[in-house]
């Protein structure tokens, strides 16, 4: 089914694949119930929320697109969402800010049965490809080295070195050399094991704590906040959200064509500078940002951290499948998923080092041609900077066009390149991000 032999891989590395991405980004079903918590949204809700939207995406993109690729609520989007609730002083409750959220899903859902997601990647210039796959190298590194403390706040330089003598930082460097050596013995697994080591080492040194239990059972305690799509929109309409609208639509876009794009390309699955069964993977997160909606989460996003599993071995949608099994019974395991996403040193060291090889896309970058070079030199920079994968692309999908058209070149650029210029310009001058 998901044809194993033909991608060079087999059951064992895949599902150790899944075990690695779903350990990289398990810390999401306890984060997003934290910062949707804040609108006033049941932490219950939100966590199994979470596990819905993140099961339905991925089991669809194992399924019916066969990718390595994960699908989960989005960071970024959810802290908007929140400030969409609390910064309207009262006028808009949780559940009109999910009506909003539906519709920009139902929306999301039928721009991706029709060719247009497909024509915006296929679009896209190559020497961008590479620099998103690059960026998003440099973000999710810088990631794993800001939630470990290796990087904290520095009022002087924004950034700085945190203290390498501090139990967390301590462990997240030995879970990085332990990492690094299985890696450089080509320890197939290598991210993996040394997640176990790590994680073995923070239980016998008091930093991995299971407290009030283990297991407990999931629920939903408001049950289906949204589902009637007339309603959705009329409430969109009432309180004027088509900007929210717009900037979950263009963000969530963005934001998964460049991981699948650059999740993709590391795992070698672009065949002639195209993605096979484009709609069907498209279509992942667009279905559980909507099914997501109705019962309580921000919008979706393919994952950065899939990018792990690619890097473990992972080529098929079995990977994924084993991501989304493990998501369901983490519905029932909220104390101990708790327990290893609050230990940041477990899951560090594997987005560090996946950064490393993600960054090598850089090679492949036509950096002799200044036009082709600098927009794709401001999507690797913008993209940990400002934390944004969908920034990023935005900076370069803004100045490639009009650099081109300045050196004489503006008819070898997409025309849809020239009308996401004109959008990006304005979501990102206007609309908030």
Same mark, same amino acid.
């Given at each position: 089914?998901?044809?194993?032999?033909? /991608?060079?891989?087999?059951?064992? +590395?895949?599902?150790?694949?899944? !075990?690695?991405?779903? $350990?990289?980004?398990?810390?999401?079903?306890?984060?997003?119930?934290?910062?949707?918590?804040?609108?006033?949204?049941?932490?219950?809700?939100?966590?199994?929320? +979470?596990?819905?939207?993140?099961?339905?995406?991925? $089991?669809?993109?194992?399924?019916?697109?066969?990718?390595?690729?994960?699908?989960?609520?989005?960071?970024?989007?959810? #802290?908007?969402?929140?400030?969409?609730?609390?910064?309207?002083?009262?006028?808009?409750?949780?559940?009109?800010?999910?009506?909003?959220?539906?519709?920009?899903?139902?929306?999301?859902?039928? $721009?991706?049965?029709?060719? !247009?997601?497909?024509?915006?990647?296929?679009? &896209?210039?190559?020497?961008?490809?590479?620099?998103?796959?690059?960026?998003?190298?440099?973000?999710?590194?810088?990631?794993? !080295?800001?939630?470990?403390? %290796?990087?904290?706040? /520095?009022?002087?330089?924004?950034?700085?070195?945190?203290?390498?003598? =501090?139990?967390?930082?301590?462990?997240?460097?030995?879970?990085?050399?332990?990492?690094?050596?299985?890696?450089?013995?080509?320890?197939?697994?290598?991210?993996?094991?040394?997640?176990?080591?790590?994680?073995?080492?923070?239980?016998?040194?008091?930093?991995?704590?299971?407290?009030?239990? %283990?297991?407990?059972?999931?629920?939903?305690?408001?049950?289906?906040?949204?589902?009637?799509?007339?309603?959705?929109?009329?409430?969109?309409?009432?309180?004027?959200?088509?900007?929210?609208?717009?900037?979950?639509?263009?963000? +969530?876009?963005?934001?998964?064509?460049?991981?699948?794009?650059?999740?993709?390309?590391?795992?070698?699955?672009?065949?002639?500078?195209?993605?096979?069964?484009?709609?069907?993977?498209? %279509?992942?997160?667009?279905?559980?940002?909507?099914?997501?909606?109705?019962?309580?989460? =921000?919008?979706?996003?393919?994952?950065?951290?899939? =990018? #792990?599993?690619?890097?473990?071995?992972?080529?098929?949608?079995?990977?994924? $499948?084993?991501?989304? &099994?493990? *998501?369901?019974?983490?519905?029932? *395991?909220?104390?101990?998923?708790? #327990?290893?996403?609050?230990?940041?040193?477990?899951?560090?060291?594997?987005?560090? &080092?996946?950064?490393?090889?993600?960054?090598?896309?850089?090679?492949?970058?036509?950096?002799?041609?200044?036009?082709?070079?600098?927009?794709?030199?401001?999507?690797?920079?913008?993209?940990?900077? +400002?934390?944004?994968?969908?920034?990023?692309?935005?900076?370069?999908?803004?100045?490639?066009?009009?650099?081109?058209?300045?050196?004489?070149?503006?008819?070898?650029?997409?025309?849809?390149?020239?009308?996401?210029?004109?959008?990006?310009?304005?979501?990102?001058?206007?609309?908030?991000?």
């Amino acid at each position: 089914m998901f044809h194993l032999k033909e /991608n060079h891989t087999t059951i064992k +590395t895949e599902i150790t694949a899944g !075990m690695t991405t779903f $350990l990289t980004m398990a810390y999401i079903v306890i984060v997003n119930p934290v910062i949707l918590g804040a609108a006033g949204v049941p932490f219950d809700q939100v966590f199994l929320a +979470t596990i819905i939207a993140a099961a339905i995406g991925t $089991l669809w993109m194992a399924l019916a697109a066969n990718y390595p690729i994960a699908i989960a609520p989005g960071m970024g989007l959810n #802290a908007y969402f929140t400030s969409m609730v609390l910064g309207s002083n009262g006028a808009i409750d949780y559940v009109t800010a999910f009506a909003a959220v539906f519709v920009a899903g139902l929306i999301f859902v039928a $721009l991706s049965l029709t060719s !247009m997601r497909k024509v915006l990647i296929e679009a &896209i210039p190559e020497n961008l490809k590479h620099a998103i796959t690059a960026g998003i190298g440099l973000f999710i590194a810088f990631i794993g !080295m800001r939630l470990s403390g %290796l990087i904290v706040a /520095n009022e002087a330089n924004l950034v700085g070195l945190g203290d390498l003598t =501090s139990p967390p930082v301590a462990l997240t460097l030995l879970g990085l050399l332990v990492t690094v050596i299985f890696m450089s013995l080509k320890i197939h697994g290598g991210i993996f094991y040394g997640m176990i080591v790590t994680g073995i080492v923070a239980f016998f040194t008091g930093q991995l704590k299971f407290e009030g239990g %283990l297991m407990q059972l999931p629920s939903l305690p408001e049950g289906i906040l949204v589902w009637n799509p007339i309603e959705a929109f009329q409430l969109v309409i009432q309180y004027g959200l088509y900007g929210v609208v717009f900037s979950f639509l263009l963000v +969530t876009l963005f934001d998964t064509t460049g991981t699948m794009i650059g999740v993709a390309k590391q795992a070698g699955l672009m065949k002639n500078n195209k993605m096979p069964r484009m709609r069907q993977a498209l %279509l992942a997160d667009s279905l559980a940002a909507t099914a997501g909606a109705m019962v309580g989460t =921000s919008p979706t996003s393919a994952y950065v951290e899939s =990018s #792990a599993g690619v890097a473990a071995g992972g080529r098929t949608g079995l990977t994924s $499948l084993t991501v989304a &099994i493990l *998501f369901i019974i983490a519905a029932f *395991f909220g104390p101990l998923v708790g #327990a290893l996403s609050n230990v940041a040193a477990i899951t560090a060291p594997a987005l560090i &080092i996946v950064g490393s090889l993600m960054i090598g896309a850089v090679k492949q970058i036509d950096w002799e041609e200044f036009d082709e070079a600098f927009p794709a030199f401001l999507i690797v920079l913008a993209m940990p900077l +400002t934390s944004s994968i969908a920034t990023g692309i935005a900076f370069g999908f803004i100045t490639y066009p009009l650099m081109k058209v300045f050196v004489g070149k503006g008819k070898s650029v997409h025309p849809i390149l020239y009308i996401f210029a004109v959008l990006f310009v304005i979501q990102l001058l206007i609309a908030p991000h």
